[in-house]
């Protein structure tokens, strides 16, 4: 599969979420035994919508080589040096499911309802669609209902159930839910500064943003 276009966006990203300081950057190496601290930290249901054990560190050392080989793409949320959120998306290893974009983002339970579940997915969907995505889907499990909520508040929708598809350490069965975005159907959805797709427009001094351009501009009037 052909590697994915560079990002446009200038990272890291800083941004201070009541009051706590949050930064978005890539995935890198440096990151293994931040990422495997972060995974284990994670409750289980967060961990079953995956198609890899991201505790184990021959995992995350696969992740981290597909990042390299751009097989796929991967933000991280920091905070005091320690990851507390991640999105990524992966895109279809044959033609015919080129056009599709699988999107995951998990927050650290200390780090939620700050927004960085919504800023992660932002960039990661911003990036899927500068790779051509046309098609968005996102796995997770009915009890999940916080990222449940944001996916839908997003636009994502409800297109299958996956019943007992997934069983946890208990040998208990999960259903999955298959939601998906399609980004035809959104096209009003567009940064009033730049034209890219966004699922959610940040709002600043009037002006509907995408993440990148919010930043950019909050820069520039705080410096004025």
């Known amino acids: 599969m052909p590697s994915h276009s560079a990002p446009r966006h200038e990272f890291p990203m800083q941004f201070c979420l009541k009051g706590r ?11 293994r035994e931040r990422m495997i601290a972060f995974a284990t930290a994670l409750p289980e249901h967060d ?3 995956h198609d890899r054990d ?3 560190p021959a995992e995350v050392d696969a992740w981290i080589r597909e990042n390299l080989e751009g097989h796929l793409a991967t933000l991280v949320a920091c905070e005091d040096d320690r990851i507390v959120g991640y999105a990524t998306f992966s895109r279809g290893n044959v033609r015919w499911t080129a056009h599709v974009a699988e999107l995951r983002a998990v927050v650290a339970q200390s780090a939620r309802g700050l927004g960085i579940g919504r800023l992660l997915l932002e960039l990661a969907f911003e990036m899927a669609l500068e790779a051509a995505a046309t098609k968005v889907v996102a796995r997770m499990t ?9 996916f839908q508040r997003l636009g994502f929708a409800e297109e299958a159930i996956l019943r007992d598809h997934a069983v946890d350490a208990k040998g208990l069965p999960h259903d999955l839910l298959v939601l998906t975005f399609h980004a035809r159907e959104h096209r009003e959805k567009r940064c009033e500064f730049c034209g890219t797709p966004v699922l959610e427009a940040l709002v600043l001094d009037g002006s509907r943003l995408c993440s990148s351009c919010y930043e950019t501009r909050y820069s520039e009037l705080g410096s004025g």
């Open 21 to 31: 300081t949050v930064v978005l950057r890539p995935f890198s190496t440096a990151d």
């Open 142 to 150: 009915p009890e999940q209902t916080g990222a449940l909520k944001l």
């Open 47 to 49: 961990l079953l919508f």
């Open 54 to 56: 991201i505790t184990q």
